[in-house]
């Protein structure tokens, strides 16, 4: 079965002209970037609250009022 050499073209055109891919592309970028900024961001504040989640774990562990208590950190 011999292919026409204006087939293989026109083949060649729609697939130069598809962009479905390029979007699924650009979606994925975007996807990834913004895991990328909510772990920075995560990773930054993370320090900063994990102290007070364990204060308040340890207060409802022992059934006490320790965080009132306990001086803010900054």
Do not use: H, W
Request: aromatic share 6%; net charge positive.
């Amino acid at each position: 079965m011999l292919v026409s050499f204006s087939a293989i073209t026109n083949f060649a055109r729609r697939l130069r002209n598809d962009k479905s891919g390029v979007t699924a592309i650009e979606y994925g970028l975007i996807a990834g970037a913004i895991s990328v900024a909510i772990i920075a961001g995560a990773y930054a504040i993370g320090g900063q609250i994990g102290p007070k989640f364990t204060c308040i774990g340890n207060s409802l562990a022992q059934s006490s009022d320790q965080c009132a208590a306990a001086p803010a950190a900054n």
